[in-house]
């Protein structure tokens, strides 16, 4: 593979697929670990236990910083929103697949506002609100503390009867967490993925991505970047792959 030289747009790419690869890598462990208890190979809760729930927390807050981050680098670069549309329809596509797919296997606690579904939303409302600069950091942290207080608006204003249905509990100013596989709502999340793009459109107006890449030019990172690039690919592919080695697996023992 032919070097490509610091500075350019290739390299500043690279070091974000570097890092949601990584995000993929842990994804991978993660859901292999959650197959693994499934099929009765391990004993842990899933559920409840801060083991998992914290690094759960972890790699989608990743995601998501990577995906704001990503928009910034997008809008900079002049990305049109034709572009936008096509990669937009790749990921609600594989979101109504996700929840086909998991309705088969947990039709009692099916996927049906999971990370997919979380990020085509929240990918609407970044892209409509790139312009909005220094405020993305203040709208970030609103959105994180609704959704924290969210409880507490609850009891005092008994409002659970509306937003924990499943028309509302999208949004994420719920109670109580609903039973489901996986659950992203807009909020807390979108307020990552707008401190992503801050984070991005801050790092860009001062030139340290230029920085960022030289100083980790030496790094082994194309791995990891490759991984990254086919991220979506990845996360449709990988739990099918796993779950039918670990059948065979329960087959055959």
């Not at 995601?63 to 549309?85: E, I, K, P, Y």
């Not at 690039?229 to 592919?237: C, G």
Request: glycine share 10%; proline share 3%; aromatic share 14%.
């Amino acid at each position: 593979m032919p070097r490509i030289r610091s500075g350019t747009s290739t390299d500043r790419q690279l070091l974000l697929d570097a890092l949601r690869g990584f995000a993929v890598v842990w994804m991978t462990v993660f859901h292999f670990s959650f197959d693994l208890n499934h099929f009765g190979f391990i004993h842990q809760d899933f559920y409840r236990s801060s083991v998992w729930t914290v690094q759960r927390t972890c790699i989608l807050g990743l995601f998501l910083v990577c995906a704001g981050f990503g928009q910034a680098m997008a809008v900079h670069a002049g990305q049109t929103w034709a572009r936008f549309w096509r990669r937009w329809l790749q990921i609600a596509g594989c979101a109504v697949a996700v929840s086909v797919g998991s309705a088969f296997m947990f039709p009692n606690s099916w996927i049906y506002f999971g990370v997919l579904h979380g990020m085509a939303v929240m990918l609407l409302v970044c892209r409509a609100t790139a312009s909005w600069g220094a405020w993305l950091w203040l709208s970030g942290l609103c959105a994180i503390s609704l959704a924290f207080f969210a409880p507490n608006l609850h009891a005092v204003l008994s409002l659970s009867g509306v937003w924990d249905g499943i028309g509302l509990n999208w949004i994420g100013l719920i109670s109580h967490k609903p039973i489901t596989e996986d659950y992203v709502p807009v909020l807390p999340w979108l307020g990552v993925m707008w401190w992503g793009m801050a984070a991005g459109q801050s790092v860009l107006a001062r030139g340290w991505m230029d920085r960022l890449t030289q100083a980790t030019a030496s790094m082994p990172l194309r791995h990891l970047a490759w991984v990254g690039r086919w991220s979506l690919t990845w996360y449709m592919v990988h739990q099918p792959m796993l779950i039918g080695l670990l059948s065979l697996a329960v087959t055959l023992r």
